[in-house]
């Protein structure tokens, strides 16, 4: 590894962090645009040779306050992630990517630099300095995950470079910030005590730069090593996953998602309306991104006892000291569940419960004191009738749902209210994309399929689609059905939803099709002006907010409204309530008070085939903010 040393910030080499004389210390920090670099490093040594200058007088303020802070508490050597890596070597940042937790835990002091929070001051109260605390970018990073984790030693500092207090002095508001708990963060608990969905969670509202980040942020919080190939994008964290299945007896890998919640089996008649989801990305074992795991902070692995003499034929290493509830079940629950990576998905031997048409692999995840197993659908692409294929997950009207309780019987498990037999089978999963379509060739938007015939109505511009969804954060398109032959004879509905409290809830829904009743005047087209029926109809396409006012057909929609060859330059708005879900409020103002489509002509197919675009209309600047319920 390589080191600055504190008194000019030159590179000298070490073989490894244990053979720095005396220790050293490493700094934790948000990026900023410019960051010096290896080589930038490099030219001030070769500059400072002739001049006879300190080469650390030279670097960027972040690199020379560190080195002069290391220096006056005793260090000669410290560490700094954009100068101590020579990131043109693919080798040297690979070997330095899979050893960065090792660095930060065998550091003697981590100097967690927070560029967002003021000094203490007469002009500054201390409640705001707390609240900066609170509110830093620091606490959103991916990487700065593991460097908060990392060293046993950790001393946050504001923009002045002054202390704050320690990662212990203040765990507890930490625990309150970011969800990792106060023992593990006092090194009182291991990581090897806490699920892998938790830790997950830990991650899952964080935000790295590049996609790969996501992945390669977590390989120390898992002690997993793998190679770091830029250019992947989410196959990373795919990869991740695989090898954490491969090295882990915790399952709670596949506990992410939303749980289906019910009181009576109406709840599963409602379901049956769309069920299948194939193709989503909630309807593979693995997760997407780490974002999936946002609502899987309370979930634990805990195997069952036998009630007998007999012991059970497998311990999970993972989460026995978070068992305080012992719980007994028939030894045909107790063995090792296997699974093993094929070309046609995870082969696995997992024990499930039948109900209602229903099958739901049991894990033995625990959210409280509620067991929780995984819904699994057959995959029409089944291969071999013998082990048959599932996907993950159901599809309900408010959204996918991959997790349904078990019950809390102590002795038992029960299914839609009713107790259940757990049995043994051989399966194969789903667990993602087939090559090809992975998540970043083929996103979420672009499973909106019915635009990739040539004779679609209507197609989606896929970048415009993607900024969107991107814009809002949590929402998120549905799609229930998907035909690539479609005409629009049929209407079509395409509901986009949000993730309220950890919960799916319903945002708006886009209708389309084709009307084939003679064309009426609208606002913006006089009666003499209606031309002939066009061969499948005129286009129209409608936006409806849920509520009791939503229309109950798909079908429904008024001739003159919505017919888009009657709209100025083609493109209509929907406000937005004050009260509506689908609302963004950040600064305690909304983002945007409506929704644009606009609809354009597609330039191979003009008259038959129009491309869709959504847009968030921005109320004006000095619009009040409206009250809004707490």
């Known amino acids: 590894m390589w080191l600055l040393s504190t008194d000019r910030a030159e590179l000298h080499h070490f073989t490894s962090p244990e053979s720095v004389p005396g220790g050293y210390a490493i700094l934790s920090h948000v990026w900023d645009g410019e960051e010096q670099s290896f080589q930038q490093t490099q030219e001030y040594k070769n500059q400072c040779q002739s001049t006879g200058q300190n080469p650390r007088d030279l670097s960027t303020e972040k690199v020379k306050e560190s080195c002069i802070l ?30 960065m937790f090792r660095y930060y835990s065998l550091a003697d002091v981590c100097y967690a630099y927070l560029k967002d929070v003021p000094p203490r001051s007469p002009l500054v109260e201390e409640e705001d300095v707390e609240t900066c605390f609170r509110l830093s970018q620091w606490h959103e990073r991916g990487w700065t995950l593991q460097e908060l984790i990392a060293p046993p030693y950790v001393l946050f500092l504001n923009q002045a470079w002054d202390i704050i207090g320690s990662k212990t002095d203040h765990a507890h508001t930490l625990e309150g910030i970011t969800k990792v708990p106060a023992a ?28 790969e980040d996501e992945a390669y942020c977590l390989l120390g919080i898992f002690s997993i090593n793998m190679p770091t190939l830029y250019g992947e994008g989410r196959r990373a964290f795919q990869r991740l996953q695989e090898e954490i299945m491969k090295n882990y007896p915790d399952t709670t890998l596949f506990a992410w998602g939303t749980p289906w919640v019910y009181s009576t089996e109406a709840s599963w008649i409602a379901g049956q309306m769309a069920r299948n989801h194939l193709h989503s990305d909630d309807s593979y074992l693995l997760a997407p991104a780490p ?35 012992s719980r007994s079940y028939s030894q045909d629950h107790i063995g090792i569940p296997t699974f093993a990576i094929t070309p046609h998905g995870i082969r696995a031997r997992i024990p499930v419960v039948e109900r209602l048409g229903y099958i739901v692999g049991v894990f033995s995840w625990f959210k409280d004191q509620t067991q929780f197993g995984l819904l699994l659908v057959p995959s029409p692409d089944s291969f071999d009738p013998r082990v048959p294929r599932y996907n993950i997950g159901v599809m309900n009207t408010d959204g996918p749902h991959r997790l349904i309780s078990l019950g809390d019987n102590v002795n038992g498990f029960e299914l839609f209210g ?43 511009s896929q970048a415009n689609l993607a900024e969107f969804i991107t814009q809002h954060g949590n929402l998120r398109v549905v799609c229930r059905s998907n035909p690539v032959g479609w005409t629009g004879a049929e209407p079509m509905e395409i509901p986009f939803v949000i993730r309220a409290g950890g919960r799916p809830q319903a945002a708006f829904r886009l209708r389309l099709g084709r009307c084939t009743k003679e064309s009426l005047p609208t606002p ?37 409204a919505d017919h888009i060859h009657g709209w100025p330059k083609m493109t209509t708005t929907l406000g937005i309530p004050d009260d509506a879900d689908v609302l963004i409020y950040r600064g305690g103002r909304p983002v945007a008070d409506g929704i644009i489509l606009a609809i354009s002509p597609y330039a191979l197919k003009p008259q038959d085939t129009f491309v869709i675009n959504l847009f968030w209309r921005r109320p004006p600047k000095d619009m009040p903010a409206p009250p809004r319920d707490t």
Not at 73 to 80: A, D, E, L, P, S
Not at 196 to 206: E, F, I, K
Not at 530 to 557: C, R, S
Request: aromatic share 8%.
């Open 70 to 99: 290391a220096e006056e508490h005793g260090y000669n050597w410290i560490w700094n992630d954009t100068c101590c890596i020579d990131k043109t070597s693919s080798a040297e940042l690979s070997e330095a990517i899979n050893s």
């Open 184 to 211: 593990v963060l006092r090194h009182e608990r291991g990581l090897e005590d806490v699920s892998v969905a938790a830790r997950m969670s830990w991650v899952a509202n964080r935000k790295t730069t590049r996609l």
């Open 291 to 325: 974002s999936a795991f946002a609502s899987s902070g309370g979930i634990v692995h805990r195997m069952p006892t036998v009630t007998n003499t007999e012991k059970p034929k497998h311990r999970s290493s993972s989460n026995l000291s978070l068992v305080s509830l």
């Open 418 to 460: 009713k107790g259940v037999t757990v049995q043994w089978k051989e399966v194969y999963l789903a667990h993602r994309a087939q090559p090809g379509m992975e998540p970043q060739v083929i996103t979420r938007s672009a499973r909106i399929l019915m635009g990739f015939s040539m004779y679609a109505p209507f197609r989606f």
């Open 524 to 560: 913006h087209s006089p009666e003499s002006q209606a031309a002939e029926i066009p061969p499948g109809g005129w286009h129209w396409a409608k936006i409806d907010l849920p509520g009791p006012g939503a229309p109950t057909e798909v079908g429904m929609h008024n001739c003159s």
